[in-house]
Structures are given as structure tokens and as C-alpha cells.
């Protein structure tokens, strides 16, 4: 089980909004001890998405222990649920993660009432799930600053377990990102901490598939599963992670030289 910190599925680049280049943070994550990263740099738009393709694998990496992928963060385009980058484009890529961010939230903070909101953006993840290119929801739910300034309370039981069941039904993955709290320090920690356990309780117990990643926007934060080991502990989520298919046996081959 430990071996899953080892691979962090969410880190960003100079090529987007991060600090380092390719080169640093593949050195960073080796000096860590992590088995494998995937550059996850953000995409707004095809030209976007284009020129990062591009910029990936115009970097020629040196050999590394450390197994890299290429991916990308797309976003929501609208409560369609659609990414703003063309599905023939998102292929490309090694590991495509979508999130939710103004350009969403924006849309929704038309709507006003807090309820309606709530009901409105997991009905968009729904519909998100939908999406063949889409792996990884990252950072579902991180919507407690402005515009929106909507707390995890907001999501009843009913609504967190129709999506749940979105999640599972279209085979979509639910990303446990170390620095959810960032989305959400209106609040205090220890409520944050609880109203998010009891997602995860129901993401759970519906048959969720998790990821892990860091979000790191430097080559400090890579593998930095701190809170994230937390939640992983007190939920008991032995088995429920998914890894890219390149990382899955180089684990699986970890873990056979280990018994031997």
C-alpha cells in the first residue's frame, strides 16, 4: 500500500502555471524517492493544449529512475459538463484530468441560492463523467471561495451518492488532492477535514476508484501526500487507487521483487 505515494498523478510545470521546468522537477521527484509523476499542466483552449503536446515532447528528459507521463489539466466549459479543449486533441495525451474553476463558477454563481448551486454543479459533474477523454475529476467539490463561497455542507447525502454513482457507472476517477484545504479555508480546518471525510466515506462505499496528486506548483510540493495519507488511513482505502497503466506494472514489478 505505501508504494502508492510514490507516484503523484498531479504536478504542473513552467509550461503552465508552475515554477520549475521538466528537468527540475524530474531531478526534484528523484531525490524524493517517487517511482513515478505525471505532468499534469494546465489547457484552456485547443491552441493551448496544442503548443503544450508540443512543448512536452520537445524536451528531451535523461534516462531516470522516476517513470514520467505526459497529461494534461483541461477545465469545465459550461454545465454541459464539456471540457474547453476538443476531444481528438485531449488523446494525445498520456492522462487528461479535468477540474472545475472560474470559468465554471462563474456561470454558476448566477444562480444565487447556495442550494441551487450545490444541485446545479453535481449535476455539471455528472455530465462530466460522461466524458470518454476525462480519467480524473481533480479536486472535485473545490468551490468554497469566491465567486461561489460554498461550503461541503451544501452537498446532501443524496446528491454526493448520484454522483458517486456517475463516477463508478462511467468509470471516472475521484482525486484526493493534498492541498484540498486551499479551496476551502473559509471554514475551519478540523470542518473541512470532517465534511470531506464523509464524501470520501461515500465515494467509497459506492465503489469509487481514487487518485492521488500533489497539485505541486514547484518541485518542493512533488509526492507531498502529507493530509492526503490522513485521509487515505482513516477511510481504510486499501485498493481503491488507479494508476496509469505504465505505472500499475511498474508497481506490480516493485511489489514481486519485494516478496522475492
Known sequence: MKNIFQ????THTSFSDGRNDLLTMLQ???SYGMAGMVFTDHAFSDAEAERLWTNYHSNHLPASKVKILFGTETTVADLSGKPVVSADILRK???VLMDCNGILFRQLA???DPENIASVFCNTLINACSIPEI???AHPLNCGLPPLNLSLERFTNEMLGNLAD???RHGKVFEIMNQMYYWHTTTSFEQFHSEYSRIVQIMKEAGVSFSLGS???SCCGIGNFSWAHRIVEEQKLYGDFFLPEAFAKNLEKDTNSQRH
Do not use: P, Q, R
Open 28 to 30: 526534484s521527484a528523484e
Open 110 to 112: 448566477e444562480l444565487k
Open 93 to 95: 495525451f498520456d492522462l
Open 166 to 168: 456517475a463516477f463508478v
Open 7 to 10: 507516484y503523484d498523478l498531479h
Open 215 to 217: 497539485d505541486s506548483h
Open 135 to 137: 480519467t480524473i475529476l
